[in-house]
């Protein structure tokens, strides 16, 4: 090997090692930019879904309390967890069924409105869009 060729040599590796350092701060920009497209992609996908409901007008029918559900959001990534800790915040999901037939829907309530309501209850509901806003039931 010549001295010309080791020069070339070592300048070859100093370039490679020199592209591969710059390749990393690539990596992060685009890994940061794929988030917040993402983060702002559901941000405009919320507040269309806010102005909609909004402008939708207040809809109310006849249904029977279907389904209750109720789901830890904070779970603490514990699957073999029985027991919800003290603190925990918790979903709460309330399907109604038309009482003259058709489709199933399913609000998310507030937990008050969630333990007033039992399965098998009749009554109006009333919704606007995809937002609850409440169950009058029969006396």
Do not use: C
Request: glycine share 4%; charged share 30%.
């Amino acid at each position: 090997m010549t001295m010309a060729d080791r020069a070339l040599y070592y300048d070859l590796r100093k370039f490679l090692r020199e592209t591969e350092m710059s390749k990393m701060p690539l990596f992060f920009i685009v890994v940061v930019a794929v988030i917040v497209v993402a983060a702002s992609f559901r941000y405009v996908q919320q507040r269309r879904e806010k102005m909609d409901n909004d402008a939708a007008p207040l809809m109310q029918k006849r249904v029977v309390v279907s389904n209750k559900r109720e789901k830890v959001l904070n779970d603490r990534r514990s699957r073999q967890q029985t027991v919800t800790p003290a603190g925990s915040e918790m979903r709460y999901d309330v399907s109604f069924k038309p009482e003259q037939g058709g489709l199933e829907v399913s609000f998310r309530v507030e937990a008050a409105q969630y333990h007033q309501l039992t399965v098998g209850d009749k009554g109006t509901l009333s919704y606007k869009g995809s937002r609850f806003v409440e169950f009058k039931a029969d006396q």
